[in-house]
């Protein structure tokens, strides 16, 4: 433990007094000043010395630097002294995290790297030895980096124009009436990502996780160019396959040239096979070889037969089940493609009393059952990896916390779209609650956990589960969570332009397909409709890729998940009386009206958006600065994809709904949710998720805690074979899950 401390204490951001968060903000905006000047010192002496030579390579480091000092003087500062002066307002119960931060951090990481390049120009520049190529290379790439990031710092300090005071989310309301919210679309199109995955891929994160940064982006590379070449077989594509991963090895610049061009022009389809690599025998073995082995690894599947359940909690005013005195009745998965079994996983790391039923003879080292039960869901975008490819980290936890581990293997998107997931994770936890000896648990505490897509869907999971009335989660543990699944931006979302694990394109295709929308039939309604230039016809657009994407043989895909549900009434006839009278449970309910935006996300009276612009204006020198930001800015043209078109239409294209985004859940569901316990990413897209809804639950009472682990990327569960500090974060989740066992 206490090796697990040390190495976390340089990543997780302490939580701090309003005094001390003032007096270390002060702090940090002095040594980023400092580190300015020393980065534009070396740079001028640098210049200077270049600027008295002749040739070719004199003139590219004079040229570069001279680069660096400008956009340095003219950009970093200025936007640096405004998001500094601006970040504190959004953090969380002195948690010194969020977006705007997290924007700042790349940014100095990137002055470091800078500064260690100039420093290595200036002592080795008159050395025979000196590498001028391997030092012009590494200036020109991190210095595109900051060019880029500059854009950024200047995006992300307009969004606070077009949100409510204290929200990290834009106000969705505004993209379609205000146009200059559309040119701020069309400038986070702007921005080119190819800087970020050649030579500097991951700067921003641990150095303990670049070389698996680096294995997962010349693996993207490669098996984007066998994914068109996929009719090869044999020796040819392995030939294939090993030339072109050699040559990303070294090839930085064409190796981030194809998983950018991958991200942005791919199909779902990819993403998805790209993901499920992670299923490859090869892979899966490593757990089994290098991860501690359970007594029991056993996968078992829960048969579509409806059971009841004793209700615990208050009915739910406005739900669409009745009111059933003491039992709730709980049928199995439907939508899509009608009932059908849920594969789960257990892991425990000693056999239990009561798992005869899946292990036949217990062994004689048989124990006690567990009074705790933890209730896992994997992440994957809701598109991909399963229960097996998590083992790497499951096997360690079920080791360390010695209690039975359920994992769900839940139906995947795009062939199983929303609410098919939940209607699963649900049901497979209702099965537990009523099969605890079998699972080798008392059932005394229930843990939920879930990393990424998977604590999405514990929280909605619990949602369902307090409306229903049955037994929540004593605790929920969400993970590096999107507790809105919204095309909205937010500070921290930006990061998926750099993001090696999460790229922007395929963030926005995992949400499509979650939602069951077809990207084919998207566009094209949307350029019937061109590009969506209100919020009905996106909506109309929408309609019609969701209907056109619906499984063919999915008897019940009309009846369950409908986009028309959106935007109808209530449903007439003999449905609306069986969803009115029926006990059957086992029906996700369905919101038959866009819910009205919470009042985070409504939009701001014009005299108060005007006052947070005047707030930000520090004198008419400075505006003219921004003006010609701004022109700087437009210079670049937006980036032609398939997913600029989808992007610019709004994020209204996704529906507004509680189940797929817990953060638009009713307050009282909330109120009523169990105590959360967070676990986020400083440089991760979706930290603003968490810090949103965790001020949320915060706000409604609720027993809410978070955790921000600074250096880590998004999915570092996944890694904790490769890099320590991943697996010190993996540790840290273990900390705190036993801390939850024993509450």
């Not at 490859?280 to 059971?307: G, K, Y």
């Not at 509680?658 to 569901?669: I, Q, R």
Request: overall charge neutral; glycine content about 6%; some cysteine.
């Amino acid at each position: 433990l206490a090796v697990i401390m040390v190495l976390l204490c340089s990543s997780l951001e302490p939580r701090i007094s309003d005094a001390n968060c003032l007096r270390l903000d002060q702090a940090d905006r002095t040594d980023f000043q400092k580190l300015l000047v020393e980065l534009t010192e070396c740079a001028t002496d640098n210049l200077q010395y270049y600027e008295a030579q002749s040739g070719d390579t004199e003139l590219k480091f004079a040229s570069q630097f001279s680069k660096l000092i400008d956009l340095i003087d003219g950009n970093i500062r200025p936007l640096s002294e405004s998001l500094f002066g601006m970040a504190r307002r959004y953090d969380f119960a002195g948690m010194r995290a969020n977006g705007y931060r997290s924007l700042l951090f790349v940014t100095e990481r990137c002055c470091r790297r800078l500064l260690n390049v100039a420093t290595h120009v200036r002592n080795g520049r008159q050395s025979l030895l000196f590498r001028s190529g391997h030092y012009q290379r590494e200036l020109k790439a991190y210095i595109s980096c900051l060019d880029q990031l500059h854009y950024c710092l200047h995006y992300a300090e307009r969004l606070p124009a077009f949100s409510a005071p204290g929200s990290l989310f834009v106000d969705e309301s505004v993209y379609t009436t205000d146009p200059e919210a559309k040119d701020l679309m069309l400038q986070a199109e702007c921005i080119a990502q190819e800087c970020f995955y050649g030579r500097c891929l991951g700067f921003q994160f641990c150095d303990s996780v670049h070389a698996t940064l680096l294995a997962i982006s010349i693996g993207m590379a490669t098996f984007a160019e066998d994914y068109k070449n996929r009719d090869r077989r044999g020796l040819a594509k392995w030939a294939s396959t090993l030339a072109n991963s050699s040559r990303h090895l070294y090839d930085h610049e064409g190796r981030a040239a194809a998983v950018v061009n991958m991200t942005r022009n791919a199909t779902v389809d990819f993403c998805l096979r790209f993901w499920n690599s992670a299923e490859n025998p090869f892979f899966q073995s490593l757990p089994m070889i290098m991860c501690p082995s359970p007594a029991v690894s056993e996968v078992f599947h829960i048969p579509p037969t409806a059971f009841q359940l004793p209700r615990v909690l208050p009915h739910s005013p406005g739900a669409f089940y009745s009111q059933i005195p003491d039992k709730v009745n709980i049928a199995p998965p439907v939508a899509h493609r009608g009932p059908d079994a849920v594969a789960c996983r257990l892991l425990c790391h000693r056999a239990r009393v009561g798992m005869t039923w899946l292990l036949g003879n217990l062994p004689p080292d048989t124990v006690a059952p567990s009074n705790c039960l933890i209730f896992h869901v994997h992440g994957g975008g809701f598109v991909a990896q399963s229960s097996r490819s998590q083992e790497v980290y499951l096997r360690h936890w079920a080791r360390d916390l010695d209690c039975p581990i359920v994992s769900v293997d839940y139906s995947l998107a795009p062939k199983n779209p929303f609410p098919r997931a939940l209607e699963e994770v649900f049901f497979s936890y209702a099965w537990c609650l009523n099969n605890f000896r079998a699972l080798g648990s008392t059932g005394q505490r229930i843990i939920a956990v879930g990393d990424s897509a998977g604590g999405n869907l514990i929280l909605s999971m619990s949602i369902r589960c307090v409306q229903f009335g049955i037994r929540p989660p004593d605790l929920l543990l969400p993970i590096y969570t999107p507790a809105l699944i919204r095309f909205t931006p937010s500070p921290s979302r930006l990061m998926a332009i750099m993001d090696p694990l999460l790229p922007v394109g395929i963030l926005t295709r995992c949400l499509l397909a979650y939602a069951g929308i077809d990207e084919g039939s998207l566009l094209g309604q949307l350029a019937e409709n061109g590009l969506a230039a209100s919020s009905s016809s996106a909506n109309a657009a929408a309609a019609a890729a969701s209907k056109s994407s619906a499984p063919p043989d999915s008897a019940h895909s009309d009846e369950i998940f409908s986009w028309d549900d959106w935007t109808a009434g209530e449903p007439a006839g003999d449905e609306a009386s069986s969803l009115s009278s029926s006990g059957v449970c086992g029906r996700l309910p369905v919101s038959r009206s866009a819910p009205a935006l919470p009042q985070q996300l409504q939009s701001p009276r014009p005299e108060r958006r005007r006052q947070a612009q005047q707030q930000q204006q520090r004198g008419a020198s400075e505006l003219d600065f921004l003006a010609q930001l701004g022109e700087r800015h437009f210079a670049q043209s937006p980036i032609e994809t398939p997913l600029t078109k989808i992007r610019i239409a709004g994020p209204f294209i996704i529906p507004l709904d509680p189940f797929m985004s817990p953060y638009l859940a009713d307050d009282a569901d909330l109120a009523r949710l169990p105590p959360v316990h967070m676990i986020a990413c400083r440089l991760d897209p979706c930290l603003d998720d968490s810090i949103m809804l965790a001020r949320k639950l915060s706000e409604l009472g609720r027993p809410v805690k978070l955790d921000v682990l600074s250096d880590l990327p998004h999915g570092f569960l996944n890694f904790n074979l490769t890099s320590r500090d991943a697996k010190a974060g993996s540790d840290f989740v273990v900390q705190r899950l036993r801390e939850a066992m024993s509450d």
